[in-house]
């Protein structure tokens, strides 16, 4: 399996059992916009930092990112 190929499951798993969506539009300024599936809430925006695998981190706004790691099912 390529790596594009190792990319896209996780993000199709990820989508898929959680239930969003991920869009990314040039109108947006490369900004990466979450829709929820599952539940009838406000679209929110999410952004991915870091220069590789060892700082990378997730950012959404209201979001205590430690906790979510903590609590995290992978």
């Given amino acids: 399996m390529s790596r594009k190929e190792q990319?896209?499951?996780?993000i199709?798993?990820?989508a898929v059992d959680a239930g969003f969506m991920l869009t990314a539009l040039p109108e947006l300024s490369g900004r990466i916009i979450v829709k929820d599936l599952l539940e009838d809430t406000p679209d929110f925006e999410?952004?991915?930092t870091g220069t590789d695998i060892s700082d990378m981190d997730?950012?959404?706004?209201g979001v205590d990112n430690s906790k979510q790691i903590s609590n995290s099912l992978i």
């Fill in 12 to 14: 199709y798993n990820a």
């Fill in 46 to 48: 999410v952004a991915f």
């Fill in 58 to 61: 997730v950012h959404i706004d």
């Fill in 7 to 10: 990319i896209h499951a996780a």
